[in-house]
Structures are given as structure tokens and as C-alpha cells.
């Protein structure tokens, strides 16, 4: 007899650039023993250097090819966390298109909102502007204040996360909200 398959916890991150999502996720993931399905590092991935515009469209071939993995997953091999992470997630069409998937691959859902002063996500976003990736993929203030009028009210169970903190104290605030959603084996490190 063959030992089941734990019944995996999806962490899906939600939040305006600059809030912390990725970082925050790169944290928890060594401490869950979770992967990490990356929406923009799946598209970075997908497009050839030379045509890689960070367009709407490529957007959506990445969002697609995320939701197809993350389906894979669900089916086999079953990891016990995946974080699901690389865009803001800010309509609720898009966290149903993943609870969706979740919901029909037998998973749990936890949706951890990652929020942040205006001023600290301003501030990130600007030293982000180092990195010529943040350039060409317009990763700035004005962005996720275009994305903070558009970002829709979450309507769903979710957890919130203020990213602003500091960064151990976040972590055990993140990792505890994984505990009581039932992922028992979350530690803080």
C-alpha cells in the first residue's frame, strides 16, 4: 500500500509591485520546503532575449503557461506548498482562475496579501530601477499606483501580510498564517 499524497497548500501572493511579494516568497520557501512558480521568471523564460517586450500579451502566454504548471502540479507530483507568485493578482478574476485550478486539483488555497505604505513601496520600486529588467519592464512607483486605483477588493478568505516590518518578524507573520491554514509543517527559521 502506497502512502498518499499530502493534500498540497497553494500560497497564493497578492500585491502591488513593490510590496514585497517576491521576497517575501523567496523567504518562505526554504522554510516550507515549498517551489516557487514565478509568473514573470516563467515568461523571462518562454520569450528569447531579443523579443521579450513585457507586453500585455506576453503577460498572458506567461499567465497561462504559470496556470498550466501549476495544474501539472496539482496532478503530480504533488508538492506540499507551492507559492504562486510574479504579478499583483489585483482582479478577482484572476485569483478565481487560480482558486479555480486549486479547487479541481484537490489543493488548499491560502491567499496571503502583501501590502505596504505608499512611501516603503515607492521607495523599493525607485532602488529596484538598478536593475535594468525593473527598466524595461516599467517595474516603478507610477506603475503601482496605476495598479493600486485598478486593484479590486478581495472578496475571498484571505490573510494580509504588512511587508514593511522587519524582514524575520514578516516571516513568522507569514509562516503563521500558513499554519493556521493548515500548513502544520511550517517553520520559522
Not at 8 to 19: E, N
Not at 31 to 56: C, H, K, T
Not at 61 to 79: E, F, N, Q, S
Not at 107 to 133: F, K, Q, T, Y
Amino acid at each position: 500500500m502506497t502512502a498518499e499524497a499530502p493534500t498540497p497548500l497553494i500560497v497564493l501572493m497578492v500585491g502591488l509591485p513593490g510590496a514585497g511579494k517576491t521576497t517575501l516568497a523567496r523567504r518562505m520557501a526554504p522554510a516550507l520546503g515549498a517551489v516557487i512558480l514565478n509568473r514573470d521568471e516563467i515568461r523571462d523564460a518562454i520569450f528569447p532575449e531579443p523579443f521579450l517586450d513585457y507586453s500585455r500579451e506576453q503577460n498572458q502566454v506567461g499567465t497561462d503557461a504559470l496556470h498550466g504548471v501549476l495544474g501539472y502540479l496539482l496532478k503530480r507530483p504533488r508538492p506540499a506548498f507551492i507559492i504562486v507568485d510574479g504579478k499583483p493578482f489585483s482582479r478577482r478574476s484572476e485569483i478565481a482562475a487560480v482558486a479555480d485550478l486549486v479547487e479541481h486539483g484537490a489543493g488548499r488555497l491560502l491567499i496571503l496579501h502583501c501590502v505596504a505604505p505608499a512611501d516603503v513601496i515607492a521607495r523599493r520600486l525607485r532602488e529596484g530601477l538598478a536593475d535594468p529588467i525593473n527598466v524595461r519592464a516599467e517595474r516603478h512607483p507610477e506603475k503601482a499606483a496605476r495598479i493600486r486605483g485598478e486593484f479590486e477588493p478581495i472578496e475571498v478568505p484571505h490573510a494580509t501580510v504588512d511587508t514593511s516590518g522587519p524582514a524575520e518578524a514578516v516571516l513568522r507573520e507569514a509562516l503563521a498564517h500558513v499554519r493556521s491554514a493548515g500548513g502544520g509543517a511550517a517553520q520559522s527559521r
